[in-house]
């Protein structure tokens, strides 16, 4: 195997606050000064956009890619990077999205909206929320949810079809780094390990903890993969976790 470093031009730093892969199969790497580059024909090239928020994460769906300036969110066609539509931001939004069925969801003001795929934005429904909550949206293939990360009433909210219910709540002292579906679970990671629900808000399982955790990954194989914050990567192996 052949491993290929990559760095651009105009790069004016390396520390990275994200990454992800587009529709196109090309990976994208943020740093946390807020610049975007991707990888194409093994170059990596800088994302030329409007301005720039730092740790805001670059989204993209299908055919667009949304990215946060300072007033406003804008989206661009996703192949050529060229600049569609803006949309205005009254105010900073928190650093928070998820795309449901095709559609990019995210929160200003205590309201969730939404931008369809033909770029319309429109009011989903206002959040019981205070200013201060850190929120997180999230979805399955069939649910949204979002959680609060700070708030002293923290847990699982599902949104459906125009209402909200609170379906979990975490235990004590629980500080949440990262919320995400996957295969049909829902998966918290706090700073003592990893709060794992059925998409009833029913808990399952908590694996490690005694780790500070940020992330998961289950491959296709079922192994689960857990990121911490400073004791490296956490393995469980092939697991079945019964709903």
């Known amino acids: 195997k052949t491993y290929l470093p990559f760095k651009a031009e105009k790069q004016a730093a390396y520390s990275g606050s994200g990454i992800m892969e587009d529709a196109l199969g090309r990976i994208w790497y943020q740093t946390f000064d ?49 600049l ?62 979002f959680v609060k990360k700070t708030s002293s009433d923290n847990g699982i909210w599902e949104v459906n079809n125009g ?12 500080l949440v780094q990262s919320a995400k579906c996957s295969k049909g679970l829902i998966f918290i990671q706090t700073t003592q390990g990893s709060l794992v629900y059925n998409s009833s808000g029913k808990q399952i ?18 192994n689960y993969w857990f990121t911490s914050t400073n004791e490296g990567i956490a393995l469980v192996p092939r697991v079945d976790v019964k709903q």
């Open 163 to 174: 209402s909200i219910r609170k379906i979990a709540t975490f235990p004590p002292n629980q």
């Open 34 to 82: 807020g610049d975007s580059y991707y990888v194409e024909n093994n170059q990596l090239k800088w994302f030329v956009k409007r301005d720039k928020v730092s740790y805001f994460p670059t989204c993209n769906t299908q055919k667009h890619l949304f990215d946060k300036s300072t007033n406003h969110l804008d989206v661009y066609d996703l192949k050529s990077t060229k």
């Open 84 to 145: 569609l539509k803006s949309f205005k931001s009254k105010s900073e939004m928190t650093c928070t999205w998820a795309v449901f069925k095709g559609d990019y969801y995210f929160i200003e003001n205590e309201t969730l909206y939404r931008i369809t795929t033909d770029l319309n934005r429109q009011k989903v429904i206002n959040l019981p929320i205070n200013p201060s909550d850190f929120l997180m949206l999230f979805a399955s293939d069939d649910n949204l949810f």
């Open 205 to 222: 399982a908590h694996f490690f903890s005694n780790l500070n955790l940020s992330d998961v990954l289950i491959d296709r194989k079922n």
